[in-house]
């Protein structure tokens, strides 16, 4: 293989798994967010005195301690993996990366909580998803994520791919249509 085309392959593999890591940490992000304001709702609900602070510092324990690493091992990563691998058979298919890669993400995160849920041998993993409002605005962190996606990896369906529009040459001919002449 020529060193070009190895070093453009390295390059892609790079993007795709920049931009795939990317999309786990926004998902991972937007969902700690969203369930640790939902449960702070809750408890304000019913009577406790939750101010700023209180708040800031509840938010911050979800993302950096044990609630990213549940929600991001097990449901985003694999989730994303296979919504991604999904969405890019349609890409190939139909073109436009964006909108087909956000709309997987979402709906990657909008199935994959009531997944685990489900397959949880607690009651609920996510607690906060009780509320179907709380899991529609956590998918919406997959929409974003999914687009981040395509953006960092610069998704191009197959036939857009070619920098050089002008038809590939029969394998055996030179770029000046001459047949090339091996001795």
């Known amino acids: ?8 392959s390295s390059q892609s593999l790079l993007r795709l798994l920049l931009g795939f ?3 786990v940490v926004l998902t991972v992000l937007w969902g700690s967010i969203v369930q640790t304001q939902y449960n702070l709702a809750a408890l304000t609900a019913i009577g406790a005195d939750i101010g700023p602070g209180i708040n800031l510092r509840a938010t911050l324990a979800d993302i950096f301690s044990g609630f990213s690493l549940m929600y991001g091992g097990y449901v985003v990563l694999p989730a994303l993996l296979v919504a991604f691998v999904v969405a890019w058979l349609v890409v190939w298919r139909f073109g436009n990366p ?8 979402g709906l990657a995160i909008l199935v994959g909580i009531p997944l685990v849920n489900w397959l949880s041998p ?9 509320d ?21 990896a ?12 002008t038809p590939a040459r029969p394998v055996g001919q030179s770029t ?3 047949p090339i002449r091996t001795y």
Do not use: Y
């Open 21 to 23: 890591l990317a999309a």
């Open 132 to 152: 179907v409002s709380c899991t529609i605005l956590m998918a919406l962190g997959g929409v974003a994520a999914g687009v981040l996606f395509a953006w960092v």
């Open 154 to 165: 610069r998704l191009q369906p197959p036939s857009e791919s070619r920098t050089d529009k």
């Open 98 to 105: 964006l909108p087909w890669f956000g709309l997987a993400g």
């Open 176 to 178: 000046d249509g001459q």
């Open 1 to 8: 293989m020529h060193p070009r085309n190895t070093l453009m």
């Open 122 to 130: 607690l009651a609920l993993l996510i607690g906060a998803t009780r």
